[in-house]
């Protein structure tokens, strides 16, 4: 039964931290890049983050670059997503998103990636 559990989500002032993680079963973490999206109310989804199968490559949008950072911990099936120095504009539902295994090392288009966590939402805000 494959399932892609995400929390950490919740209400920040701006500058605060949060930590994302997204806890995957049911499939081979091993062998899937995962990317982390978010999308605002009337905004297109837009891939802020992704790290590789081996995670030896990760990527970063230029608009959370220096703030956010993606890790992967293969023993417990978890990737996570530490976002530091939160601004309004980071707003928006975050998803983690899974790769088809043995595909590209970090896919750029939404539609390269199989699965998908339910979503949880950042709010940040005074």
């Known amino acids: 039964q494959l399932q ?3 929390s950490g989500g919740g209400l920040v002032q701006p500058g605060g931290s949060l930590r994302l993680s997204c806890a995957a079963s049911g499939l ?3 062998d899937y890049a995962i990317g982390w999206f978010r999308q605002a109310p009337g905004k297109e989804r837009e891939r802020i983050s992704c790290i590789s199968s081996s995670g030896s490559s990760t990527y970063y949008a230029d608009s959370v670059k220096g703030r956010f950072a993606i890790a992967r911990d293969n023993a417990k099936n978890t ?3 530490q ?9 928006a539902v975050y998803y983690c998103a899974f790769s088809g295994p043995f ?3 970090c896919p750029v288009g939404f539609d390269e990636y199989e699965y998908w966590g ?7 805000s005074s």
């Open 4 to 6: 892609l559990v995400e």
């Open 28 to 30: 081979t973490f091993e």
């Open 79 to 81: 990737v996570y997503l």
């Open 83 to 91: 976002m530091n120095s939160l601004k309004p504009e980071d707003t």
């Open 103 to 105: 595909g590209a090392s």
């Open 118 to 124: 339910q979503g949880t939402q950042v709010a940040v």
